[in-house]
């Protein structure tokens, strides 16, 4: 079983800074099939990034993906006050896993 | 527009059984394999079950194998989990989603209690 860390947990930050966000893999995840997803109380989550660095669809450009192998980087370059929320990575290279999620929170 | 409805959830004892069930529209559903995730109260997203396009390949997370069952009706458009056996760490929202990863698009979750 692949198993995700994600760090940190929790992101204090004020709108309009950047804000990075990592996900970090136990092994080598194959093809680097990994995805960021959005999710905010009470919804489902909402595909952000495919594949460590594809934009989803009607993805603003604000959001970006980096990272292959095991280190993977979700950077939201400017953070807008609908960006605080709570970001999980999932690989699906090697069976499915999500790592256990970091809240992006108003400073 | 693609939709996913879940349905099915509710209270239900430890040890009983219940089948929970997701209406797929707006795209060709017997061209995509499907999921479900489930997300305990308060807690992060875990990846349950997933079957394949034609629904002979099942996948299934440990913590359900033997107890879950993923299947699908293209005639209906439906897929269903069949839970077997329920504890009270089953408790969660449970999430249809599309494909086997990534998901762009999923429902918006049924919640099964297990609690006596």
């Known amino acids: 079983e692949v198993v995700l860390t994600q760090s940190p947990g929790t992101l204090s930050l004020s709108p309009g800074v950047r804000a990075t966000l990592s996900c970090r893999a136990s092994?080598?995840?194959?093809?680097?099939?990994l995805g960021w997803y959005q999710q905010k109380p009470g919804q489902a989550p909402r595909l952000l990034i495919y594949?460590?660095?594809t934009r989803a669809t009607a993805i603003p450009d604000r959001f970006s993906g980096s990272g292959s192998g095991t280190d993977f980087t979700l950077t939201i370059s400017r953070l807008e006050p609908e960006d605080f929320a709570v970001y999980y990575c999932?690989?699906?290279?090697?069976?499915?896993?999500f790592g256990g999620g970091t809240k992006v929170e108003i400073k | 527009e693609v939709q996913l409805l879940e349905s099915g959830g509710g209270l239900v004892q430890p040890g009983e059984s219940i089948r929970i069930s997701c209406a797929a529209s707006?795209?060709?559903?017997?061209?995509?394999?499907m999921s479900w995730v489930r997300q305990a109260p308060g807690t992060g997203l875990e990846w349950v079950s997933s079957?394949?396009?034609?629904?002979?390949?099942?996948y299934y997370a440990a913590s359900v194998k033997g107890r879950f069952t993923i299947s699908r009706d293209t005639s209906r458009d439906t897929v269903y989990l069949q839970m077997n056996r329920l504890r009270v760490e089953d408790t969660a929202v449970y999430f249809c989603?599309?494909?086997?990863?990534?998901?762009?698009?999923w429902g918006q979750g049924t919640l099964v209690i297990v609690s006596s």
């Open positions: 989603a599309k494909g086997e990863g990534p998901h762009d698009f």
């Open positions: 707006g795209f060709n559903f017997g061209d995509f394999a």
């Open positions: 079957v394949s396009r034609s629904g002979g390949d099942t």
């Open positions: 092994q080598t995840v194959p093809a680097n099939y």
């Open positions: 594949d460590a660095s």
């Open positions: 999932q690989q699906y290279g090697n069976s499915l896993s």
